[in-house]
């Protein structure tokens, strides 16, 4: 197992007011990482760290020249806009291959058949021609998985990505993510569903600008802060 990402007592911020600050995380090849905490504590200025958007005010922060070659794949939170995208599956799902187009003013037959070979494996491959919009929110986060492991097969950022579905979906996200993992996806992922996020990952970093807790779920489940937010079930 290789390490693909190591912050040591990383800072992360803006105009000299630091958001994160001195987090010592590891982030393994497999891993199934979930970042809990409240609004405000640091866990989108993290994602933008590890993405490269935000650079390190303090600390060290060191990606393996493996995960810099292949890339992250990124799951934001969507915007009600994004979620009445007027194109088709594939045309969404493909564009997460931009990247790899370069100044090219079209894709190559690669890049479409890693588009649908990413559809299949995500069980989307009859909605190829539905429009974006018309499908239900499970369907979407689906095709913006798939989007996402045509832009990086290694490793999936996802950020708040159960916001809106129903429970049912939920269930059935937790899943598709689960079996991605088993082969082999790293996941990285931030979310306010701690219950689920207690019985799906490995690693767990409660967050509060600086770590609260990071280690296994079952230490989690153990402390103050892992009780405190599961007495809710959610926060």
Do not use: W
């Not at 995960?67 to 979620?83: D, F, R, V, W």
């Not at 997460?96 to 894709?107: C, E, T």
């Not at 990071?214 to 599961?230: D, M, N, Q």
Request: charged share 20%; glycine share 12%.
């Amino acid at each position: 197992m290789s390490r693909l990402i190591t912050c040591s007592h990383v800072d992360f911020g803006y105009e000299n007011q630091d958001a994160v600050m001195d987090l010592t995380i590891e982030i393994d090849e497999g891993d199934y990482f979930c970042v809990v905490g409240v609004n405000g504590s640091g866990k989108s200025t993290l994602v933008k760290g590890l993405l490269g958007l935000v650079k390190p005010t303090g600390g060290s922060l060191v990606v393996s020249e493996e995960l810099k070659q292949t890339g992250i794949g990124y799951l934001p939170q969507q915007t009600s806009a994004q979620k009445d995208f007027p194109a088709t599956v594939y045309e969404v799902v493909l564009s997460g291959a931009l990247g790899l187009i370069g100044n090219r003013p079209f894709y190559r037959r690669q890049e479409k058949e890693m588009a649908l070979s990413a559809m299949e494996k995500l069980g989307i491959s009859d909605l190829r021609h539905r429009c974006y919009r018309e499908l239900s929110g499970g369907q979407q986060q689906r095709a913006l998985i798939a989007r996402a492991l045509c832009a990086a097969r290694k490793m999936l950022i996802l950020d708040e990505p159960v916001t809106g579905l129903d429970p049912s979906a939920i269930q059935e996200f937790y899943s598709l993510v689960r079996e991605l993992n088993r082969d082999g996806v790293t996941i990285f992922m931030v979310t306010h569903d701690v219950a689920n996020a207690v019985s799906q990952a490995d690693k767990i970093l409660h967050l509060h600008r600086k770590a609260l807790f990071y280690g296994s779920p079952g230490e989690y489940v153990k402390t103050a802060e892992g009780l405190g937010f599961l007495g809710g079930g959610t926060v």
